[in-house]
C-alpha cells in the first residue's frame, strides 16, 4: 500500500491487482471456463476501455485503469519476487485464450443493478453502512467499499487527478436510471464531490507510517493543474463548472 501510493497516488493499486487477477488465475488453474463478475465499470463508472464485444463480455476487464496491462513490475524489488506475486498477475491474452476463460458481467442480465439497488437489497438484509456525512467521505450514500476505511480517501485523489470522483458516478447512474434530475445531479456533484475528512487522511498516514505533510505532498505531485489552481499544498480550487 505504501509502494501503491507512494509511486502512483493509488494505495489500492496493489489490492485491486490482486482482487482481478487472482479470479482468472484460479480459473485457469481449476479449469473452470466461465466467470461470473459483478459490475460492468464501463457502464457503471464510464470506464469504456473495459467494454467488449457487449455489455455482458468481460474479456477486456485488463484494460481497466488499475489494472493497466497487468504490469507488476513497480511491485517488485530485493525482498519480492516474481513468484511471491503470481496473483497479482493478470494472465495474458494468450493464457485467457488457451484456457477458453470467458467473463460474463452479471449485472448486465439483472434489471434492478445499481449500486443504490444493490446496496438496498443488501441494507434491507442485515449490511452496516457509513453513517458519516458525505461533506466527510465524499459519498451520497454511505454504501460504497464498505470492506475497508480509505475508500473516500482515494476518490478524493480521483477528483484532484480527474475532476470527478465516487459523487459522480453515483449520479450519473442514477440519472440514467431516471431518478435523479441532470440539474439535482449537478448541484449534488458541486457540493460533495472529492471530499474527504481530515480523520480520514490522518488514519490512512498513520497506517502507512508517514506524516499528513508528506500525504499532501505526494497528492500536490499528482493534482492535475488543468483542471485544478493549487493555492497551497492541500487545497486546490476547480476550474472547471460541473456539467
Known amino acids: 500500500m505504501h509502494k501503491g501510493f507512494v509511486r502512483h497516488s493509488n494505495w489500492a493499486r ?29 457502464l457503471q463508472l464510464g470506464e469504456l476501455s473495459v467494454m467488449g464485444a457487449g455489455g455482458a463480455d468481460g474479456n477486456n476487464l485488463r484494460n481497466m485503469n488499475t489494472l493497466g496491462g497487468g504490469d507488476v513490475s513497480w511491485l517488485l524489488d ?36 445499481s449500486s443504490v439497488d ?20 465524499g459519498d451520497l450514500y454511505g454504501v460504497s467499499s464498505l470492506d475497508e476505511d480509505w475508500v473516500s480517501l482515494n476518490q478524493m485523489i480521483k477528483y484532484l487527478k480527474f475532476g470527478f470522483g465516487r459523487v459522480t458516478d453515483f449520479v450519473n447512474e442514477e440519472i440514467r436510471n431516471g431518478r435523479l434530475s441532470r440539474e439535482d445531479a449537478i448541484r449534488l456533484a458541486q457540493l460533495y464531490d472529492g471530499k474527504c475528512s ?23 505531485a ?9 493555492i497551497s499544498v492541500g487545497v486546490y480550487r476547480p476550474k472547471f463548472l460541473v456539467g
Not at 446496496?119 to 458525505?134: K, V
Not at 480520514?200 to 500536490?220: M, P, Q
Open 198 to 220: 481530515e480523520d480520514c487522511i490522518e488514519s490512512f498516514s498513520n497506517y502507512i507510517g508517514i506524516s499528513v505533510r508528506d500525504f499532501w505532498e505526494r497528492v500536490d
Open 14 to 42: 496493489s489490492t485491486e491487482l490482486a482482487l482481478f487477477s487472482s479470479v482468472p488465475r484460479l480459473a485457469i488453474a481449476y479449469q473452470i471456463p466461465l466467470v461470473w463478475w459483478g459490475e460492468n465499470s464501463a
Open 78 to 113: 530485493a525482498s519480492v519476487g516474481q513468484s511471491q506475486i503470481l496473483q497479482y498477475m493478470y494472465p495474458s491474452v494468450s493464457e485467457m485464450q488457451k484456457a477458453k476463460i470467458r467473463i460474463c458481467f452479471l449485472g448486465y442480465f439483472w434489471r434492478d443493478w
Open 222 to 230: 499528482a493534482v492535475n493543474v488543468e483542471l485544478f489552481e493549487k
Open 118 to 137: 444493490n446496496a438496498n437489497f443488501s441494507a434491507l438484509r442485515g449490511l452496516e453502512i457509513r453513517r458519516q456525512p458525505p461533506w466527510e467521505i
